[in-house]
């Protein structure tokens, strides 16, 4: 039986604890259920607290936006007024173009243009508002809503801004209509003769010469590289004498050497040669003169890159040149002929015929770094073709006179000499073809007579033909002669 009481006295124990258990959990329930009105109750407070100040931030920032709408509104233009005028395509562009407008925006109707308000204007022209979507054309001085309407506006055509809020905004930049950055008068290179507004508080439709730095067309035709221009330097005979002095040499004794074919010299003399010639450079911006036949010189005028098959550039040039300090003395075409020995001796390449009435020159100043890249006509005489040896010999030559190693010479036919001066002793260059033109140029006709006169110019890319004009009619200084131009062996551009 013992056991059997046992038994019941631990199931008493375990009961007596369940039962503190149960009570237990019943206290903490109790709790909870007094504590969550209060938690709930603090709670809602604050999420009340944030609401409340939502609402008053919305009630500001309503009341900020019909301020600001108030502000707008104020200084929008009215029908009164002249709306604010941006140019197409750029300032100053003379790009014609409707005025278009911002999709699904309301547009203010166009006031009738007028002296006073009209930023730019010339001649009135009428122009076609496209239609966009959303929105209908303006007509001047009318109401929204017709497609396909015309307005009378100014060259260059401006166009308006497409809201309200960018009206009253560009109205605020200044007084002038020209808002933002910028000039007027239009970007650099922009046509000459354009109409602006002028700057802010000038008089509207004042017509300026052209792009800022930019030459009227009458002071581009007006000569600049007459023969009074290509005395712009000592010339070679000066340059050559200066020179010789201290190298034990006569002048006499060096113009035997400098006007002998170079597979005569020895390569002793050719350094004696050398030496002096290579004391003759070109400058910067000094004359530079290239003789053409006449096929050549239409090629130019006519801007004509169709020229023997498409192998023309006229805005480029290449082979011999000259300096117009050296040639000019050189006054008809049969001096140019002789003096740049261009006798080509019925080969059939020389710019100027024999008995020719006329001849024709290009003058330009040297681009800057020209001087370092043109090359003294170092070299070999004879045919190329007929004896390959001649290179070897011309690259001999053309390292011993540079002292480069890598030079490099020419190899032509008489009258090439191959020492630097042509076979009348005048110092030539060579370049290769397609060297671009400086941004002017000028063609030059000499006649017979001994008049010369210009028959064209470049300017940025373009040649313009003029129709012969005298450098003393144009008011250069120094007596009118003949044009000079540099030697050429070949017909190029």
């Not at 600049?224 to 040499?249: C, K, M, V």
């Not at 009118?480 to 190029?492: A, F, K, Q, V, Y």
């Amino acid at each position: 039986m013992a056991p059997a009481g046992g038994a019941e006295v631990g199931r008493g124990a375990v009961g007596a604890a369940g039962g503190a258990e149960k009570a237990l959990f019943a206290a903490l329930r109790d709790d909870v259920h007094q504590a969550l009105p209060k938690i709930a109750e603090r709670h809602a407070q604050v999420v009340d607290d944030a609401a409340d100040k939502g609402s008053r931030n919305l009630a500001d920032h309503a009341a900020n936006e019909a301020q600001t709408a108030q502000d707008f509104r104020s200084r929008m233009p009215t029908d009164d007024s002249q709306p604010t005028l941006r140019p197409l395509g750029g300032y100053g562009s003379p790009e014609t173009s409707a005025i278009p407008r911002q999709p699904g925006v309301p547009t203010t109707p166009e006031a009738p243009a007028s002296p006073a308000t009209v930023p730019a204007t010339a001649t009135a022209t009428s122009l076609t508002t496209p239609e966009a979507p959303d929105a209908a054309p303006v007509p001047a001085g009318g109401t929204p809503g017709t497609p396909g309407s015309t307005m009378s506006t100014a060259t260059p055509e401006p166009t308006v801004q497409g809201t309200r809020i960018g009206r009253a905004l560009g109205q605020e930049v200044g007084s002038s209509s020209w808002s933002g950055g910028g000039s007027p008068a239009g970007p650099s290179g922009g046509p000459a003769g354009a109409t602006t507004a002028g700057p802010p508080g000038g008089p509207a439709g004042a017509t300026t010469a052209g792009p800022p730095g930019g030459p009227a067309a009458a002071e581009l035709s007006t000569p600049r590289f007459g023969s009074a221009a290509l005395r712009d330097s000592p010339n070679f005979d000066d340059e050559i004498d200066q020179a010789l002095s201290g190298t034990g040499l006569s002048r006499e004794e060096y113009d035997g050497l400098r006007l002998t074919p170079t597979h005569e010299l020895t390569d002793d003399q050719l350094q004696q040669v050398a030496e002096v010639r290579n004391a003759i450079g070109i400058q910067d911006g000094q004359i530079v003169t290239k003789v053409v036949d006449r096929e050549v010189a239409e090629g130019y005028l006519a801007n004509d890159h169709e020229l023997f098959g498409g192998n023309f550039d006229p805005t480029t040039f290449g082979n011999s040149i000259a300096r117009g300090t050296d040639i000019a003395d050189l006054a008809t075409p049969a001096q140019l002929r002789d003096g740049l020995s261009l006798d080509d001796r019925g080969q059939g390449w020389t710019p100027v015929a024999e008995d020719a009435e006329e001849a024709y020159q290009l003058r330009f100043p040297a681009p800057k770094g020209l001087g370092d890249s043109a090359e003294p006509s170092y070299g070999a005489v004879g045919d190329a073709e007929a004896d390959a040896s001649l290179q070897d010999r011309a690259d001999s030559v053309a390292r011993i006179a540079t002292g480069r190693r890598g030079a490099r010479g020419s190899v032509m036919e008489d009258p090439f000499t191959g020492t630097g001066y042509t076979a009348a002793g005048v110092p030539e260059w060579l370049l290769p073809r397609g060297t671009p033109l400086p941004s002017r140029a000028e063609m030059w006709k000499m006649t017979r007579d001994g008049r010369e006169t210009m028959v064209g110019y470049y300017n940025r890319g373009v040649w313009t033909r003029v129709d012969g004009v005298r450098a003393d009619d144009a008011g250069s200084d120094g007596p009118s002669s003949g044009p000079s131009g540099g030697p050429d062996s070949s017909l190029d551009g």
